[in-house]
């Protein structure tokens, strides 16, 4: 599996599967379990994802994904999935301003 490993050069390259891979990838880190036993439509806070990781994923997002977020998201958009939706339509408001 290629994770996402930040911005690529044009926004619009990010997807759904593409960020939910990248936020696997991450979830696993803080988890210390394997991404693929992450499923993407499991709430994170099944897997015992605290405020703490939540925050980490948050500061994460915003460095690699020059995105500004209410430190709530993870709680906000519980899973993968919704996460991952969310981030494509910020990072495609972005774009539109841009």
């Known amino acids: 599996m290629t994770v996402p490993t930040g911005r690529p ?3 619009h ?3 759904v599967e593409t960020l939910s891979e990248w936020i696997a990838h991450r979830i696993s880190l803080y988890l210390k379990r394997p991404a693929g036993e992450i ?3 499991v709430p994170l806070a099944e897997y015992g994802l605290d405020s703490v990781a939540a925050l980490s994923l948050c500061g994460d997002i915003e460095e690699d994904f020059d995105l500004v977020l209410e430190p709530t998201v993870a ?4 899973t993968i999935d ?3 939706r969310y981030l494509v339509e910020e990072l495609r408001a972005t774009v539109g301003e841009a």
Not at 75 to 78: E, I, L, S, T, V
Request: net charge negative; aromatic share 12%.
């Open 9 to 11: 050069d044009t926004l």
């Open 13 to 15: 390259e990010h997807t």
């Open 39 to 41: 499923a993407s439509t």
């Open 75 to 78: 709680w906000d958009y519980p």
């Open 82 to 84: 919704a996460l991952a």
